[in-house]
């Protein structure tokens, strides 16, 4: 019987394959949406921890203003002199990297690339994690007399150089030139889509002589020394700085401190955020489909609501016809569904690519919209059919 | 006739709608129908013929009365034994064919048979010689929406035939087809009925028609009004 039956159900959904198409079709395009939205979320989740991950656990970030973000409410820039006051002051304070930023044009021979520049000391590669791929650091006289030299991020050296490997050229930025003694090994791009190897690097006092004209540290990276407390040095670092910059016991703070943890869990729960912002969206598609897929079927109700007073008068059971039916809509929600899990698997790779975050297989996700889809289907399917099979058969054969 | 009836209808009547809308189709109908016979059913418009052989058929039940076959009480059957008993006993021509659609005149003849549990080569022989016998040899992949009205009814004739069912139910068979064609499937419900012992009832509005069976049954609003052996005269 359930051979036969088997037979029947394949029979209905080849002799109906407009239908049977669309309801698949329902059903992928719910299934696909949803699990690309979230395999895509899932990603970029992965991808910005991955990103701070990559600056290291115990990195310090304090920046004027209290807001996250450069140039936020007007306060004072830090100046050199913090610097030294930081570096003996704070005792658990590993590596102290003062930054000066500037965005500016390079140019090699015919070509150019704007980039940012970032004036800093070599305690920025140790505090940030960042290799040397080529080539060397800066040198002790290099730092201390402001001399034209810059390390280059991975990009600008593709932009600029092609193939070539620029350590000993001359590139010009701005009105001077700038030899180049080393090549940063890429870490690649950031969750929010920002590019970190975009970026040249040279000595503080070349940046604030020959490109922002003044003595302003626009934010410092400090790396807590292994096994020393974060907020511990952050308090430490905040009272100093209050010191220094003047601050009565009555104000806020003019400046913001901020460690890995915290900027992690800002930029991933807004990731998240987004991630069910995307999942909602999707659900509703999903709805869609099921919305589909229910006016198909109501639609076609009373061509089969009739095929069933049909079989019936001619012998079928009851149980028969349902187990056809039940087969069929089964049959279908399960060919939508693996087809809409092939979909969403291809086009979230592609997409994974072309955003540059990582595919990451979701098993719940992919699980989870295929039983639905195919709850939808046969409920849809099922119970319609389920009400016609009880009928008399002439009452069906009669129904308009 | 000795022995007892195939078929016993005793006080059948078939009421429609409640209350005020209720409607009196069978007004309590008596038929004895004996296995081989050959019984055409005649009578007016809306005189409850399709509603006895709807009953007949166990595709509706009466509202009162008994149905006896082969001296069971059908109307104490439960569903499936009713089914049961259209799979295993009855063929039933529809006066309005209903054929699956787009659904292939063979794979339509085939649907008794799977319900049957035959084997798919028997079933495809079999189907094949039914389209044969009503003379649709060569049609067997045309949906119904390709045939004719007349080859849609033989269509649906083949499929109460081929199972070789007990009794043959079929409401007005010839409705749709010309006199030479009704002649043939005549001459075939006919051998039918003479050759393998089938017994056939049969709704009809036309006189030569009728004169093939054996018997004809009148009904006029709901009762038998007539029942004659053809010979006897009118
Ligand atoms: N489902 C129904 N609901 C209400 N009334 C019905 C229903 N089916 C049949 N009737 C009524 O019962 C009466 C008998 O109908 P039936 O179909 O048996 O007539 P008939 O003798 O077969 O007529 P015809 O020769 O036109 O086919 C008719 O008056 C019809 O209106
Ligand atoms: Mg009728």
Redesign the pocket.
């Known amino acids: 019987m359930l051979w036969n039956t088997l037979l029947l159900s394949l029979r209905a959904i080849r002799r109906n394959l407009m239908r049977s198409f669309l309801t698949v079709l329902g059903i992928v395009i719910g299934v696909a949406a949803v699990v690309i939205m979230v395999t895509l979320g899932n990603g970029a989740t992965r991808s910005v921890s991955d990103q701070i991950s990559s600056m290291g656990s115990n990195l310090l970030m304090v920046m004027p203003g209290q807001r996250f973000g450069p140039g936020s409410d007007a306060a004072p820039s830090f100046k050199s002199a913090d610097i030294d006051a930081i570096k003996s002051q704070i005792s658990s304070a590993e590596w102290v990297a003062p930054v000066a930023g500037k965005s500016v044009t390079t140019v090699y021979q015919s070509r150019n690339w704007p980039t940012m520049v970032s004036g800093t000391s070599n305690d920025y590669f140790h505090a940030g994690n960042w290799e040397i791929a080529s080539g060397r650091m800066f040198a002790e006289g290099e730092e201390r007399g402001g001399k034209a030299v810059c390390v280059m991020g991975e990009t600008v050296r593709k932009k600029l150089f092609g193939g070539q490997n620029p350590v000993g050229c001359e590139i010009r930025v701005k009105d001077f030139s700038c030899e180049v003694v080393g090549v940063l090994k890429p870490k690649g791009q950031s969750g929010m889509g920002s590019d970190q190897d975009d970026s040249i690097v040279m000595p503080l006092k070349t940046v604030q002589r020959r490109l922002t004209g003044n003595q302003d540290v626009s934010r410092f990276s400090i790396s807590v020394r292994k096994g020393a407390s974060v907020d511990a040095a952050t308090r430490q670092l905040t009272l100093l700085l209050r010191e220094r910059r003047k601050i009565s016991d009555s104000e806020e703070d003019d400046f913001r401190v901020m460690d890995t943890r915290q900027i992690a869990q800002t930029l991933t729960s807004t990731t998240k955020i987004l991630t069910m912002l995307l999942s909602a969206v999707a659900a509703v598609s999903l709805l869609v489909g099921g919305i589909g897929i229910m006016n198909i079927m109501l639609v076609s109700v009373t061509e089969r609501t009739r095929e069933i007073g049909i079989r019936l008068a001619i012998g079928a059971l009851e149980r028969e016809v349902l187990l056809q039916f039940l087969i069929e809509a089964v049959v279908l929600a399960g060919m939508g569904g693996l087809a809409g899990i092939a979909l969403a698997t291809g086009a979230s790779v592609a997409l994974a690519h072309a955003m540059n975050i990582p595919y990451l297989f979701d098993l719940k996700i992919n699980l989870l919209s295929f039983l639905f889809s195919a709850a939808i289907g046969v409920v849809f399917g099922f119970f319609p059919a389920r009400r016609a099979a009880g009928l008399n058969p ?2 069906a054969l ?1 129904h308009e | 006739m000795s022995g007892s009836p195939l078929i016993r209808l005793s006080g059948v009547t ?1 009421s ?2 409640r209350g005020h809308a209720e ?1 009196q ?2 007004k309590g109908i008596d038929l004895d129908i004996f296995s081989g016979d050959f019984v055409a059913v005649m ?12 009953i007949l058929g166990c595709l509706d039940t009466p509202t009162s009365g008994s149905y006896q076959f082969q001296g069971v009480h059908v109307e104490q059957l439960e569903r499936n034994q009713r089914a049961l008993l259209r799979r295993h006993y009855l063929g039933f021509v529809f ?1 309005g064919f209903n054929l699956l659609a787009r659904t292939t005149a063979l794979e339509n003849v085939e649907l008794p048979l799977i319900y049957r549990g035959e084997p798919a080569a028997a079933r495809h022989q079999a189907a094949r010689a039914a389209l044969e016998q009503v003379g649709l040899k060569g049609w067997e992949s045309h949906t119904p929406a390709e045939l004719s009205g007349g080859q849609q009814q033989r269509v649906a004739i083949a499929r109460a035939i081929v199972t070789r069912p007990e009794v043959l139910l079929a ?2 068979p010839t409705g749709n087809l010309d006199t030479r064609t009704s002649h043939e499937i005549m001459e075939l419900i006919t051998s039918l009925n003479a050759k393998l012992g089938i017994t056939v009832l049969m ?1 009809t ?1 036309e006189q030569d028609v009728a004169s093939y069976a054996r018997r004809v049954v009148h ?1 006029v609003d ?1 009762v038998v009004e007539s029942d004659l052996r053809n010979g006897e005269g009118y």
């Open positions: 002439i009452d009669r | 078939k429609y709608g409607f189709a069978l009578g007016p418009s809306g005189s409850g013929k399709s509603t006895t052989m709807n006066q409401d007005e709704v509005h009904f709901g």
